[in-house]
């Protein structure tokens, strides 16, 4: 009988205190402020710095900590695939026509963005947007020359106003 509860109290806690697997769909466990405006999916090998560093270094990791109290202050405590918050208002340097989330760099004068969503390529955000891939790119800078990376939900500017403002 003993043996019988202790193997219960194991399950329970085995499936209570697991970190999030692949192939549920996960919301942000940690919890995170109510003013986010940008989040970010944790990836495999993620920790506080990488986040950061892949954001271009736009906040510091006091705000980090700040927007997502829940995460540990030596950022052991995140799981592949949980949402944390990565900004919020609008990121330095965005400019107004791109809503958050945008990746560091784009263009001061865009004035239309279109955001990624789940099956599109750059050759066809290009087609259907009337832009060429030079335009693209020199827009963004954060995409690399073959345009490979692009993210689904994030903003990208397709088209420019005629000044820098």
């Known amino acids: 009988m003993l043996a019988q509860i202790v193997l219960s109290v194991s399950a329970f806690a085995a499936q209570a205190f697991s970190a999030p697997t692949s192939g549920h769909e996960l919301v942000a466990r940690q919890g995170y402020a109510s003013n986010c405006t940008a989040t970010y999916t944790v990836q495999p090998g993620d920790n506080c710095n990488k986040i950061r560093d892949q ?41 107004p026509a791109c809503p958050v989330p945008v990746k560091p760099g784009v263009i001061s004068n865009c004035d239309s963005c279109y955001k990624v969503v789940d099956g599109d390529s750059c050759s066809a955000i290009e087609t259907s947007k009337n832009i060429t891939l030079a335009e693209f790119l020199a827009w963004n800078p954060d995409l690399n020359s073959g345009c490979t990376n692009l993210e689904i939900g994030y903003n990208y500017c397709v088209g420019v106003s005629e000044t820098v403002a």
């Open 55 to 95: 954001f271009g270094d736009i906040f510091t990791l006091a705000q980090f900590y700040s927007w997502n109290p829940e995460v540990d202050s030596f950022c052991s405590n995140l799981f592949p695939g949980e949402v944390v918050c990565v900004g919020v208002g609008n990121p330095s340097g965005a400019p």
